[in-house]
């Protein structure tokens, strides 16, 4: 019998774990192929690599972000080949089961929940060792009747066997990111949450874990990250791998946890500040909302003063990038509420804010309660809400608005001096300044159109333009600076218009010539030829100063701005002031 385990993943990059843990439980009496797609493959491609591979059976990975390009896969393989057997299994199907059975007639077995065993004895069915209702966690329509039946007990999760170590994914660990679990279940009782559902929270053999993690990264890994709902719940534990990760990484890798911030204690922050190689560890952080009545409504205990010691205290370390999350939508959060828990937020300064939409869930407590807080979504996945009793689907589109940009421009990081200057001196909350641009970006149509990293520059500057009482020249060369530092050589055409005639720029280049310390003992100690200063600097009016600028001061003086290039490095700069006989015209 030929076995084919699959799914659709959102990008290439990315890895099903699932499968892998399903391979191996079925080892060594089956011997499943993996085979990965991805949501942009066309469905007839997928199909057809999959028939051309002859299988028996079939088993899709499904969750809210594949599920739908999923049931076309199955529904065009079926007709192609009515004998192959479609088995399901993943969060996305191991609720509404039945819906699921009577809605798609093509599917044959649903796996529920946790699958390994249930997978393993679907297969020990499928060849005649067992008998079908004795497969426990299975799920079938039989004479019309569907049947689910009873769970198996939780795994003894010290003796599985190790998902990571198939000949077939050695060549890829590099160039994709490597998932890794160490614990099943979450200690939290989120009602958006489907981790909320399991109780209580279960460890893999620790001794074993690390070996697979040295095997890992000895074969080329780079990217791992830990799927544990909360890495941090034991801290003892977490202690343990932290001090293994430091001790025994090897160069170019990076690890990625989902932490609980309020209950990290700050011992344990001062111990990855003094002793984590900067840039090894990353932090994903949910705070989702600091509205304590809707944290209280969705069952979600969180000191937020907490969260921002710890968000805080591991800033200052500069060792770890953090991503936090939020969540437009949970209930009794109307806009106004919204815009202060992104405020809040956004000043702990997060290398990444990733602002979400809720989304009910099957099998979630508050897709259960949906009508008691007016929740108005479509039963399809990925079932993103379109408003509730607070929040109008008006304010929604809203708050994308806030999204496409705050993507663009805070996470990508492409202008962070100029953001920092505008949230301190023209707008009044960093969200107005995200929800003023964000509309003026989609009356533009520009969210349906791609960019070039000038465009993010001019449509920004564009915007400015139209307010009024705002230090336009200033901000501009705060621009300026924030894209000659991305520039690794002189550019060849700046997202400005030439401020700078041939006549200004020729003089300047004479002096700096005949004296090269004018531009600062610095600059004179590049030694540069004229033909490389030609070559590798560039200038332009500015009116800030440019070295307290460097000091994070910004002080309105008019000069020109002398950047530097050398070796692909990053440039760097110095202030030249305006002689008699040569002007700033900004």
């Known amino acids: 019998m030929n076995i084919i385990l699959t799914t659709l993943n959102a990008k290439f990059i990315h890895t099903n774990l699932a499968l892998r843990c399903l391979k191996a439980a079925a080892e060594p009496d089956y011997s499943p192929l993996i085979v990965e797609y991805t949501i942009k493959d066309p469905t007839f491609n997928i199909v057809a690599d999959l028939y051309q591979k002859n299988p028996n059976v079939v088993g899709f990975s499904c969750y809210i972000w594949n599920i739908e390009e999923t049931i076309k896969v199955i529904k065009m393989l079926k007709t192609v080949d009515p004998s192959i057997t ?27 929940g946790e699958g390994e065993q249930t997978f393993k004895e679907t297969l020990d069915f499928l060849y005649k060792k067992k008998e079908l209702k004795e497969v426990p966690g299975l799920a079938y329509v039989q004479n019309d009747k569907f049947i689910l039946n009873p769970l ?14 198939f000949e077939e994914d050695l060549p890829n660990l590099s160039k994709r990111i490597v998932y890794v679990e160490t614990s099943r279940g ?27 993690i040295r095997f890992l990264m000895q074969n080329g890994a780079k990217t791992i990250k830990f799927v544990d709902r909360t890495f941090n719940i034991s801290r003892s534990y977490a202690m343990e791998m932290f001090q293994f990760l430091i001790d025994e990484h090897l160069p170019g890798v990076v690890f990625q946890f989902e932490i609980t911030a309020d209950i990290m204690r700050p011992e344990v922050i001062q111990f990855l500040n003094e002793n984590a190689p900067a840039g090894l560890f990353r932090f994903e ?30 800033k200052s370390g500069g060792k770890i990038d953090q991503h936090l999350d939020l969540i437009a939508g949970l209930p009794e959060e109307d806009y106004h509420s919204f815009r202060n828990t992104f405020n809040e937020v956004f000043e702990m300064r997060p290398e990444e804010l990733q602002l979400g939409f809720l989304k009910l869930l099957r099998g979630t407590g508050l897709r259960v309660e949906a009508k008691k807080y007016g929740y108005v979504y479509v039963d399809q996945a990925p079932y993103e809400i379109f408003s509730n009793n607070v929040l109008s689907f008006q ?7 806030v999204e496409d940009v705050l993507e663009k421009y805070w996470n990508a990081h492409r202008m962070d001096q100029t ?22 970006w989609e009356e533009r149509n520009w969210s349906r159109i791609g960019h070039q990293l000038e465009d993010l520059y001019t449509r920004l500057f564009a915007f400015l333009e139209q307010l009024e009482n705002i230090p336009l020249a200033t901000i501009k060369s705060v621009m300026k600076l924030d894209y000659l530092s991305k520039q690794k ?11 700078l005639n041939k006549e200004t720029q020729s003089a300047i280049y004479k002096l700096l010539i005949e004296d090269p310390s004018i531009a600062g003992i610095d600059f004179s100690h590049l030694n540069l030829s004229e033909r490389e200063l030609y070559k590798q600097t560039f200038i332009t009016p500015i009116t800030v ?27 760097q700069f110095f202030f030249l002031q305006p002689k008699e006989n040569i002007k700033v015209t900004n």
């Open 489 to 499: 050589f002189q550019p060849r055409k700046p997202w400005w218009n030439n401020d």
């Open 545 to 571: 100063n440019v070295d307290l600028f460097k000091q994070g001061i910004i002080k309105e003086e008019n000069g020109f701005l002398l950047t530097a290039f050398q070796n692909g490095e990053a440039p």
């Open 86 to 112: 479609i088995i399901l299994g993943g969060p996305e199907v191991s609720y509404d089961t039945n819906v699921w059975l009577r809605k798609v007639t093509e599917i044959d077995y649903i796996v529920v």
């Open 395 to 401: 304010d929604i589109l809203r708050i994308k608005q």
């Open 152 to 165: 198996p007990p939780k795994l003894d999760l010290r003796e599985s066997p190790s998902p990571y170590r």
């Open 186 to 212: 979450c200690p939290f009782s989120c009602q958006f949450c489907l981790s909320s559902i399991e109780v209580g929270v279960r460890y893999f053999n620790r001794e074993k874990v690390k070996e697979d």
């Open 419 to 440: 953001l920092e200057f505008l949230f301190e001196h023209v707008f009044e909350t960093p969200f107005d300044f995200f929800q003023q641009f964000g509309t003026y």
């Open 285 to 314: 952080i949910g705070v989702q909302s600091t509205n304590d009545l809707t944290n209280e409504l969705v069952k979600r205990r969180q000191n937020f003063e907490k969260l921002k010691r710890t968000v805080t205290m591991v």
